[in-house]
């Protein structure tokens, strides 16, 4: 502190030097003080607002969708503020300092967006289609332009070039590169940052906000926070969202208009008016009021008991300002509250940068407050207050309206809502959201994973294939086979025809390594030794229940994510445990007395030509089989229906409730084969511990897979039904009361095919490698 003489400062006041010099502010008051300390908490709110955007940029390798041609706007918003500022001698220098902050990040997201979206993402997509044909000969030409050509088109990859059989494999298939929304698609209209949400007179804050971005039209949600928008995969969600999105959409364009409408009139009657009366520049001073930037001005006015002094730039004078620097006070307010609407309708809120966002508004507002509430000060700074003071409003306003939003779509906004109900859409889409910011944080452009898959020519094998083809990381590089080997996968199974994929090899001719991770579909002990030659970096998901770590997938999910080997549960097993496990291990039901009365697809068998599986010797009819032969794989072996023969099944069942009870459980156990392709339903009987009820066991079931994506407990009394999970991962179970007191009954159904098997696979196979567990998995049933 020093006493009054500084140069501009009032001598009979004791300013802050260091104020003086760095600032060229005169600050001589404890009020003055505490405007200060609001302006430069306010820069600091921004500051801290704007970098992890910045960062998070630079991490990500990416800018997210941001526009260009937005971001141009707030280019203009940042000349009118920081020029605005510059001229107006009744801004602060927070205001100035906080204005060039603005432009500063807005020059630095301008570079990034430039060279992520338009430089980095186009040579990485090279690469990755480089990467992907490096398998076997290297892709015709015209295969690769058709690749890029597609993937410009429909923001994924599809194409890839297949050679004949007797060449070596092309393997671009499927290739999952993630691009952006293409240019000019709505989202691509809005920039994602916290400026644009929380902005206010300066623009630029870092991105706590997330695009709405359909899976379908572009794979990855761009996001860089902690909440995301409304983003589905699910048909009735999305339409839900959309709807509401319409209207909100509207209304906001209403509002923008409003916003630019009034800025451009307080514009007008500005330069109408024709002088700033703020700035007594024409008339004898009256007031003497400490504000603006005073060495710039030197305008002397005295009231009461604030004294203030204004000063006016030297070089331009007093007179040659005018009234221009409220003028471009006024449309740096309309081009950031204009453009800031539709980004809050798009947008979510993160709650941290929410906050610093508002602490930096509601600061910026008061260091100009406090400093004097005098009109010939506030006058000038209009544009600023209003500007900042309005997007607290908005910011407020649309906190609420987002949140109230999410409950009633069944999105969920913040983290409370995480675990919403798990009857239909909310959990789902919650889930896809959470996939969406995984596939973000691995950055799917660069981190293809290369599958292999043995036993492609297979039910299962081919099953894997199938889901893989909307895997947004997960492309096939090699498929194997025994009596098929060498024979395209179209021609075994003319569905996938549109599959680009390689020739099938037989195992021994497999080149793994071009592979990451491995499915292996291969018969019940044929694998072993396959899968101990395999080099040891590789992941493998086997199919045929080997040793490994036990991979159903709901109740092993920790042991699964940091495996190497996943045994995959059969499909017996996996809609067994499913209702079981949970149920014994809350002591709800007795280990005694379990009877299993289970029914399969034909696809259960495998595909390999057995008399057993004829038309004519399933059709019309219904088979059980392994009756009594369940506790010992070996006594499968004499039976008749031994390519029926659920070989593991019991001893994988009883061994999973034995180990979820520590003590020994021994089930009856009827496998049964029926006339259907694919589909599985156990109905299972078992004894209440006394005093619980079946609303006991279904209130337990529900709350343990209330978070689930895939198991599903049903409304009391609506039966579960194989027709209604078939082509689907779904798990359906429900609970109902037997006849004989103390006793229920549950049902559970699955497609054993996907749940059953390949599902659940690729599920685990996607913990393994980091992806989200539901890539590639959220395709609804098939019905009828
Ligand atoms: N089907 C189902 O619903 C379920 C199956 N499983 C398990 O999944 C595994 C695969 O079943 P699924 O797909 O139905 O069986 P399939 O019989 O349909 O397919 C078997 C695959 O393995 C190949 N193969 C057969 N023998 C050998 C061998 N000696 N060496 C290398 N490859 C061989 C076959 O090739 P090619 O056709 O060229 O001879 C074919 O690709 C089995 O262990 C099964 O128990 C688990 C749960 C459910
Ligand atoms: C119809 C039919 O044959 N189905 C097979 C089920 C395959 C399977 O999943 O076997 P696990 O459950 O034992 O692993 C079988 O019974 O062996």
């Given at each position: 502190?020093?006493?009054?003489g500084?140069?501009?400062c009032?001598?009979e006041?004791?300013c802050?030097?260091?104020?003086?010099?760095?600032?060229?502010?005169?600050?001589?008051?404890?009020?003055d003080e505490i405007?200060?300390?609001l302006?430069?908490l306010?820069?600091l709110?921004?500051?801290?607002?704007?970098?992890p955007q910045?960062?998070?940029n630079?991490?990500e390798?990416?800018?997210?969708?941001?526009?260009?041609?937005f971001?141009?706007?707030?280019?203009?918003?940042?000349?009118?503020n920081?020029?605005?500022?510059?001229?107006?001698?009744?801004?602060?220098p927070?205001?100035?300092?906080?204005?060039?902050l603005?432009?500063?990040?807005?020059?630095?997201?301008?570079?990034q967006?430039?060279?992520?979206?338009?430089?980095?993402?186009?040579?990485?997509?090279?690469?990755?289609y480089?990467?992907?044909?490096?398998?076997?000969?290297?892709?015709?030409?015209?295969?690769?332009?058709?690749?890029?050509?597609?993937?410009?088109?429909?923001n994924?990859?599809?194409?890839?070039?297949?050679s004949p059989?007797?060449s070596?494999?092309?393997t671009?298939?499927?290739?999952?590169i993630?691009?952006?929304?293409?240019?000019?698609?709505?989202s691509?209209?809005?920039?994602m940052?916290?400026?644009?949400l929380?902005?206010?007179?300066?623009p630029?804050?870092?991105?706590?906000?997330v695009?709405?971005?359909d899976?379908?039209?572009g794979g990855?949600?761009g996001?860089?926070?902690?909440?995301?928008t409304?983003?589905?995969s699910?048909?009735?969600?999305?339409?839900?969202?959309?709807?509401s999105?319409?209207?909100?959409?509207s209304?906001?364009?209403?509002a923008?208009s409003?916003v630019?409408?009034?800025?451009?009139?307080?514009?007008?009657?500005?330069v109408?008016?024709?002088?700033?009366p703020?700035?007594?520049?024409?008339?004898p001073?009256?007031?003497f009021?400490?504000?603006?930037?005073?060495?710039?001005?030197?305008?002397?006015?005295?009231?009461?008991?604030?004294?203030?002094?204004f000063?006016?730039?030297?070089?331009?004078?007093?007179e040659?300002v005018?009234?221009?620097?409220?003028?471009?006070?006024?449309?740096?307010?309309?081009?950031y509250?204009?453009?800031?609407?539709p980004?809050?309708?798009?947008?979510?809120?993160?709650?941290?940068m929410?906050?610093?966002?508002l602490?930096?508004?509601?600061t910026?507002?008061?260091?100009?407050l406090?400093?004097?509430i005098l009109?010939v000060?506030?006058?000038?700074?209009l544009p600023?207050?209003?500007?900042?003071a309005v997007?607290?409003?908005?910011?407020?306003?649309?906190?609420?309206?987002?949140?109230?939003?999410?409950?009633?779509?069944g999105?969920?906004?913040s983290?409370r809502c995480?675990?919403?109900?798990k009857?239909?859409?909310?959990?789902?889409?919650a889930?896809?959201l959470?996939?969406?910011?995984?596939?973000?944080?691995r950055?799917?452009?660069?981190?293809?994973?290369r599958?292999?898959?043995?036993?492609?020519?297979?039910y299962?094998?081919?099953?894997?294939?199938r889901?893989?083809?909307?895997?947004?990381?997960?492309?096939?590089?090699?498929?194997?086979a025994?009596?098929?080997?060498g024979?395209s996968l179209?021609?075994?199974?003319?569905?996938l025809?549109?599959?680009?994929?390689p020739?099938?090899?037989?195992?021994?001719?497999?080149?793994?390594?071009?592979?990451?991770?491995?499915?292996?579909?291969?018969p019940?002990?044929?694998?072993?030794?396959?899968?101990?030659?395999?080099?040891?970096?590789?992941?493998?998901?086997d199919?045929?229940?080997?040793e490994?770590?036990?991979?159903?997938?709901?109740?092993h999910?920790?042991e699964?994510?940091s495996?190497?080997?996943?045994?995959?549960?059969g499909c017996?097993?996996?809609?067994?445990?499913?209702?079981?496990?949970?149920?014994?291990?809350?002591?709800?039901?007795?280990?005694?007395?379990?009877i299993?009365?289970?029914?399969?697809?034909?696809?259960?068998?495998?595909?390999?030509?057995?008399?057993?599986?004829?038309y004519?010797?399933?059709?019309?009819g219904?088979?059980?089989?392994?009756?009594?032969n369940?506790?010992h794989?070996?006594s499968?072996?004499?039976?008749?229906?031994?390519?029926?023969?659920?070989?593991?099944?019991?001893?994988?069942?009883?061994?999973?409730?034995?180990?979820a009870?520590?003590?020994q459980?021994?089930i009856s156990?009827?496998?049964?084969?029926?006339?259907?392709?694919?589909?599985?339903?156990?109905?299972?009987?078992?004894?209440?511990?006394?005093?619980?009820?079946?609303?006991?066991?279904?209130?337990?079931?529900?709350s343990?897979f209330?978070?689930?994506?895939?198991?599903?407990?049903?409304?009391?009394?609506?039966v579960p039904?194989?027709?209604?999970?078939?082509?689907?991962?779904?798990?359906?179970?429900n609970?109902?009361?037997?006849?004989?007191?103390?006793?229920?009954?549950?049902?559970?159904?699955?497609d054993n095919?996907?749940k059953?098997?390949s599902g659940?696979?690729?599920?685990n196979?996607?913990?393994?490698?980091?992806?989200?567990?539901?890539?590639?998995?959220?395709?609804?049933p098939?019905?009828?």
């Amino acid at each position: 502190m020093v006493s009054g003489g500084m140069a501009d400062c009032p001598v009979e006041k004791e300013c802050l030097e260091w104020v003086h010099r760095y600032l060229k502010d005169c600050i001589c008051s404890f009020r003055d003080e505490i405007s200060l300390g609001l302006g430069l908490l306010s820069v600091l709110s921004w500051g801290i607002a704007e970098v992890p955007q910045i960062i998070t940029n630079f991490r990500e390798k990416s800018t997210e969708g941001v526009s260009l041609a937005f971001l141009m706007t707030w280019v203009v918003g940042d000349i009118f503020n920081l020029t605005g500022c510059y001229l107006e001698p009744a801004t602060l220098p927070t205001q100035f300092i906080m204005a060039l902050l603005y432009t500063f990040t807005t020059i630095i997201l301008v570079l990034q967006t430039i060279y992520y979206d338009y430089i980095y993402t186009r040579r990485n997509s090279d690469e990755g289609y480089e990467k992907i044909a490096s398998v076997g000969e290297k892709p015709k030409t015209a295969d690769v332009d058709t690749v890029k050509k597609h993937s410009e088109q429909d923001n994924k990859t599809h194409e890839g070039g297949s050679s004949p059989s007797s060449s070596p494999p092309t393997t671009i298939i499927n290739v999952p590169i993630t691009r952006r929304a293409s240019r000019g698609s709505e989202s691509d209209v809005y920039y994602m940052s916290a400026r644009s949400l929380a902005s206010s007179h300066a623009p630029g804050i870092g991105s706590y906000m997330v695009g709405s971005r359909d899976r379908e039209s572009g794979g990855s949600s761009g996001n860089h926070s902690f909440l995301r928008t409304t983003v589905s995969s699910s048909p009735q969600h999305s339409s839900v969202s959309r709807s509401s999105a319409t209207q909100a959409g509207s209304l906001l364009r209403t509002a923008a208009s409003s916003v630019l409408l009034v800025g451009s009139v307080a514009m007008t009657s500005t330069v109408l008016s024709g002088a700033i009366p703020s700035t007594p520049h024409n008339g004898p001073a009256k007031y003497f009021v400490f504000t603006g930037r005073r060495l710039l001005q030197q305008i002397s006015v005295s009231h009461g008991r604030y004294s203030t002094h204004f000063p006016r730039r030297s070089f331009l004078g007093e007179e040659a300002v005018g009234p221009w620097g409220e003028i471009f006070g006024w449309c740096m307010a309309a081009i950031y509250m204009g453009g800031r609407l539709p980004q809050i309708h798009l947008n979510g809120l993160n709650p941290l940068m929410f906050v610093f966002a508002l602490v930096g508004n509601a600061t910026y507002v008061g260091s100009i407050l406090v400093r004097s509430i005098l009109w010939v000060t506030i006058k000038p700074n209009l544009p600023w207050l209003v500007d900042a003071a309005v997007c607290v409003l908005l910011d407020l306003f649309m906190w609420g309206g987002i949140n109230r939003a999410r409950y009633v779509s069944g999105v969920n906004a913040s983290p409370r809502c995480a675990s919403t109900t798990k009857q239909g859409v909310p959990l789902q889409v919650a889930s896809a959201l959470k996939d969406l910011q995984v596939v973000q944080d691995r950055k799917v452009k660069s981190e293809l994973v290369r599958i292999g898959v043995l036993g492609a020519s297979g039910y299962t094998g081919s099953e894997i294939v199938r889901l893989l083809a909307t895997h947004p990381a997960f492309a096939v590089t090699v498929m194997t086979a025994d009596r098929k080997a060498g024979q395209s996968l179209a021609s075994v199974f003319p569905h996938l025809i549109t599959q680009d994929l390689p020739n099938m090899v037989a195992v021994k001719d497999a080149d793994f390594s071009e592979v990451d991770a491995i499915f292996c579909c291969l018969p019940h002990g044929t694998t072993q030794e396959i899968i101990a030659s395999l080099p040891r970096s590789l992941k493998v998901v086997d199919l045929s229940a080997e040793e490994a770590v036990y991979g159903l997938t709901e109740l092993h999910r920790d042991e699964v994510r940091s495996a190497r080997l996943v045994a995959n549960p059969g499909c017996y097993p996996t809609t067994i445990q499913l209702p079981l496990v949970p149920l014994l291990q809350a002591g709800l039901i007795s280990k005694d007395g379990i009877i299993i009365d289970a029914k399969s697809g034909v696809s259960g068998a495998g595909r390999s030509a057995k008399e057993a599986n004829l038309y004519t010797e399933i059709a019309e009819g219904m088979k059980s089989y392994g009756i009594t032969n369940h506790r010992h794989v070996a006594s499968f072996t004499s039976f008749p229906l031994l390519i029926l023969a659920p070989h593991c099944a019991v001893p994988e069942i009883e061994q999973g409730l034995t180990q979820a009870v520590g003590s020994q459980v021994t089930i009856s156990f009827t496998p049964h084969l029926i006339p259907m392709s694919r589909g599985m339903q156990s109905t299972i009987y078992m004894q209440m511990v006394n005093g619980v009820t079946v609303d006991d066991l279904r209130a337990h079931l529900k709350s343990k897979f209330e978070d689930e994506e895939f198991v599903v407990v049903l409304p009391k009394g609506v039966v579960p039904c194989t027709a209604h999970v078939r082509g689907s991962n779904y798990c359906l179970l429900n609970v109902f009361e037997d006849r004989i007191p103390g006793r229920a009954i549950v049902v559970s159904v699955i497609d054993n095919l996907v749940k059953g098997a390949s599902g659940q696979a690729l599920q685990n196979m996607n913990l393994m490698m980091g992806w989200p567990e539901t890539s590639g998995l959220l395709q609804q049933p098939m019905f009828p």
